[in-house]
């Protein structure tokens, strides 16, 4: 089910995969919670150590990413010193498009406080073009999309 389909606020099972991120202290703005711009970079660690996580089980080298399209739906505060899990989908799987769907939790939290969408084109590093993914790379994803 991507995030539009999903009524309200998704939940931690509504995700294949998770990655642990600390927050800090220069996370928090004026206000005392996170501040909007730092749930983008939680969403580009978070997808980067995924593929780090799944590539070395893939032949050749790294895939080349660019990331085309970010979004984000802020449904609670978070602040520091919480410590946020960040939940991965795959909401849809293109030729040479991965559309990754996130959510943020804290703790023990089971409904998101945000949850976010991150686009990659897997492009051919000589030509800097989109390139189709690997088979390899291709079968590997599959298995998480939601």
Same mark, same amino acid.
């Given at each position: ?7 309200? $606020?998704?939940? $931690? ?6 990655? =642990?991120? @600390? ?13 909007? *711009?730092?749930? !983008? ?5 978070? #997808?980067?150590?995924?593929?780090? =996580?799944?590539? @070395?089980?893939? %032949?050749? @080298? ?6 085309? /399209?970010?979004?984000? +739906?802020y449904?609670? =505060?978070?602040?520091?010193? %919480?410590? &946020?899990?960040?939940?991965? $989908? ?7 498009? #991965?559309? !990754? /769907? ?7 939290? =089971? ?9 990659? #084109?897997?492009? %051919? ?5 989109? *390139?189709? &993914?690997? @088979? ?5 994803l /599959?298995?998480?999309? +939601?």
């Open positions: 089910m991507s995030q539009s389909q999903v009524p309200g $606020r998704s939940r $931690r099972n509504d995700y294949a995969h998770f990655i =642990e991120v @600390p927050t800090r202290w220069s996370d928090n703005d004026s206000y005392g919670h996170l501040n909007n *711009a730092v749930y !983008y970079s939680y969403f580009d660690t978070a #997808v980067t150590r995924f593929l780090m =996580e799944i590539a @070395p089980r893939v %032949d050749g @080298p790294f895939p080349m990413f660019f990331v085309v /399209e970010t979004g984000c +739906r449904l609670a =505060e978070a602040a520091y010193p %919480d410590i &946020l899990t960040l939940g991965i $989908r795959i909401g849809k799987l293109g030729t040479s498009s #991965v559309r !990754y /769907e996130l959510g943020v939790f804290r703790q023990n939290g =089971e409904e998101a406080v945000a949850e976010g969408l991150f686009v990659h #084109v897997h492009i %051919d590093p000589q030509a800097r073009r989109p *390139a189709p &993914l690997s @088979p390899e790379l291709r079968t590997l /599959e298995t998480y999309v +939601r």
